[in-house]
């Protein structure tokens, strides 16, 4: 049994890091593909986002999250998907 407990700890803490690699690898492919104007990038940080979404659900079932983490969770994807773009957004307007 604590055997198991420490396998759902690791596998929660490595899907905690993948969450983190994967949102810089989808926020840096959507700046290059900004700044290249290359569809490639597009399409590797929308594969990148794919990669965090897994991830994420990776989290949430290895650390058994539920009610108020499903929700914070959620909103971390969310901010995820909004920031990158709007990160953008803002330094296109301020330069």
Do not use: D
Not at 19 to 36: E, H, K, P, R, T
Not at 72 to 78: A, E, K, Q, S
């Amino acid at each position: 049994m604590n055997n198991q407990i420490e396998i759902q700890i690791l596998t929660g803490a490595i899907s905690g890091g993948m969450v983190v690699i994967f949102g810089a690898a989808y926020a840096l492919f959507f700046a290059l593909s900004n700044l290249f104007r290359e569809k490639y990038f597009m399409k590797l940080s929308y594969i990148s986002y794919i990669f965090l979404f897994i991830s994420v659900i990776f989290l949430i079932e290895s650390l058994n999250l539920q009610s108020g983490w499903l929700i914070l969770t959620l909103i971390m994807l969310i901010g995820y998907w909004f920031a990158p773009r709007i990160i953008w957004h803002l330094c296109a307007e301020t330069h």
